[in-house]
């Protein structure tokens, strides 16, 4: 079948530097680093590493475009003009960006076209709207005193984001920091720099002024590290791993920064018997299988209604069976490569050790192909609680099946982790499904559904998997101070 790579163009790389106060330029050692096609194992292009000389110059220009340039003087509603024009540039470069972003991260085109770049422009506009519509309060105080509060912007927010969804987190960021008023200091994650590069040149063509949106691509530990400890930053919001989290937060006591963080899972997925099964073994496949199993709050751990069990799993199995994977710039494709080695070998190491503690592999468990990260979708049944691939986030195309008999040991069982963030539950009985809801210990529910997501609709982890929320109007309060001003009236 030719392929979107025989038959079109590939998209041209066109940011490859550091974007420090308006400038485009390379880093300030001359450092350069690889990022790889996954499908290929092929370099696609050399991008500035930065580190902490480049990352002071960018908190500088970025205070410098708080305080000193148009940004802090705008009106309300100018940014949020801004963020609507932003949000149809790149609606304009839809294809070429999904291109992109499926090039340097591996998932299907279909997917970065139909899911990514949607929710990207939603989210932007979201949020534009939101621009002039954040306000204070005027409050009731005892005494002659007239009492009001300010909602001010935090000031320079550090913004540090994974690869799995590139540029669905730049938006996430961006989104309620703009309309709040923040400067931006960005670094992407090194595996999946490009697409940010190519929103940050958009923002500038949109009329976003310099230094409001400041890019330092680079490593964790260097870039990422260096923002974190950086006294001129106010806020740092972190998506990725817990273990990253913690050593964010030990940085940032010594500043004493804001931090909200959007972590890890191992999501709770709970089908009961009486069930529409087609439509959740549906939801079991996508809440898992989705973006190769890279998604934070994948479905990972299913729970099955023993009375059900058998004829559940025979679907799910059909599913995988059927599943393609190949080139993701194929438009057929379903399932394309993971991310990187690191993480192939960290998900074939979870497979490894589910057949050696007597998990059944049903599907999959081995390598796709011989180029590219590519992985079979596997399914793991008769897997216990205690088991690793049951209580580890595998962040791969592996689903752990698990039997349950009744509701008081589901919700025990479903909240057995330390991570919270997202669970879902399959019933046609609406009191048992809105009992669980509350039961559940998780930042979001799916009832009958997976992975609905919306820009209006806050998202974040209970436990382990995070603080804060993103997305809504929840999510704008980190990226604000409330000030109080009183009035004496005599
Ligand atoms: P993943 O395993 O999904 O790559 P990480 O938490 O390691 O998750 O990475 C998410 C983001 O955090 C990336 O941009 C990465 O470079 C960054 N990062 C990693 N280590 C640190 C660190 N010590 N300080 C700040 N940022 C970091």
Known sequence: MATLVESTKLPRIHQTECLIGGRWTPAVSGKTFETINPATEEVIAQVAEGDAADIDLAVKAARHALEQGPWGRMDARERGRLLYKLADLIEEELNELAALETLDNGKPIRDSRAADLPLVIDCLRYYAGFADKIHGQTIPVRGEYFTYTRREPVGVAGQIIPWNFPMLMVAWKWGPALAAGCTIVMKPAEQTPLTCLRMARLAQKAGIPDGVINIVPGYGPTAGAALVKHPGVDKIAFTGEYRTAQIIMQDAAPTLKRLTFELGGKSPNVVFADADLDAAAMGAHFGLYFNQGQCCCAGSRLFIEDKVHDKFVDKLVGMNKARKLGDPLDPATEQGPQVDQAQFDKIMGYIDRGKKEGAKCL???????????????????????????????????????????????????ANNTTYGLAAAVWTRDIAKAHRLAAAIKAGTVWINCYDVFDAAAPFGGFKMSGMGRELGEKGLDAYTETKTVTVSLN
């Not at 180029?371 to 195309?397: Q, S």
């Open 363 to 413: 599907t999959g468990g081995k390598r796709h192909g011989d180029r590219g990260y590519f992985i079979e979708p596997t399914l793991f049944g008769e897997v216990r609680d205690e088991m690793a691939i049951a209580k580890d986030e595998i962040f791969g195309p592996v689903l752990s099946v698990l039997r349950f008999k009744d509701v008081d040991e589901i919700v025990r069982r």
